[in-house]
């Protein structure tokens, strides 16, 4: 257990429908970022939530939003899904410098 | 723009040593990070590079030259367990800020 914990493991929802990934950092985190990864494709960066506040955007389509609460954990909200969306959702977290990024177990979603 | 070059699959025979090579171009440069990443699991964490030099850890070790933009990850004395992705990534900023991640390195190791 990397202490990252992301909710649901597996979605599987049709084209046009909207979702909801859910990320709680390690104990003491201030930091979520989520990652998009395709097949055969390298992690993209979506978005980073510092502290409750968006600190960094990446490549996000304007489909998909996300917040991070009080508590820190984070949700991602992607709506009017389509098939290219199907891929695996990583949020990770850092306590920041060399300590490295802790990555969750991951959200595999499926468009059907 | 950022851009981290790997390349996309290498082979090699258990028990034998292989290099995984990194080249990278961002607007900055605060450290790099090497991952494995199984399939269909999450990138774990193998080691940190930000000054010039070689760091060791158990049979991984890692390189970084700043002045060439280069990188490598050292594999000694393959299992077959090794047999994953190799995850380059910088940080371009310093503190918390996002890992730009290259595209991964599979790497099959064979009997």
């Known amino acids: 257990d990397s202490g990252v914990t992301q909710t649901p493991k597996h979605l599987i929802t049709a084209t046009g429908q909207r979702v909801t990934l859910r990320c709680s950092p390690r104990?003491?985190?201030?930091?979520v970022y989520w990652y998009q990864q395709s097949l055969d494709q390298g992690l993209q960066f979506l978005i980073q939530?510092?502290?409750?506040?968006?600190?960094a955007k990446g490549n996000i389509l304007e489909r998909f939003s996300a917040q991070q609460f009080p508590d820190l954990h984070s949700e991602l909200n992607l709506s009017s899904l389509e098939l290219g969306d199907s891929a695996l959702y990583f949020c990770?977290?850092?306590?920041?410098?060399?300590?490295?990024?802790?990555f969750g177990s991951g959200t595999r979603l499926t468009v059907v | 723009g950022q851009n981290i070059d790997q390349p996309t699959e290498m082979t090699a025979t258990e028990g034998a040593i292989v290099q995984i090579n990194c080249t990278y171009q961002?607007?900055?440069?605060?450290?790099l990070f090497w991952y494995q990443q199984h399939a269909g699991e999450a990138p774990t964490f193998l080691s940190y590079?930000?000054?010039?030099g070689l760091e060791e850890k158990g049979r991984f070790s890692s390189f970084l030259s700043r002045s060439k933009g280069y990188s490598y990850l050292l594999l000694k004395e393959l299992q077959m367990k090794d047999s994953a992705s190799y995850l380059c990534?910088?940080?371009?900023?310093?503190?918390?800020?996002?890992?730009?991640f290259g595209k991964g390195t599979r790497l099959s190791v064979i009997a």
């Open positions: 104990s003491g985190d201030l930091s």
């Open positions: 990534a910088v940080t371009v900023h310093s503190g918390n800020t996002p890992l730009v």
């Open positions: 939530y510092y502290n409750g506040e968006e600190r």
């Open positions: 961002t607007s900055g440069f605060n450290g």
């Open positions: 990770a977290s850092n306590q920041g410098g060399r300590t490295g990024y802790t």
């Open positions: 590079n930000v000054l010039d």
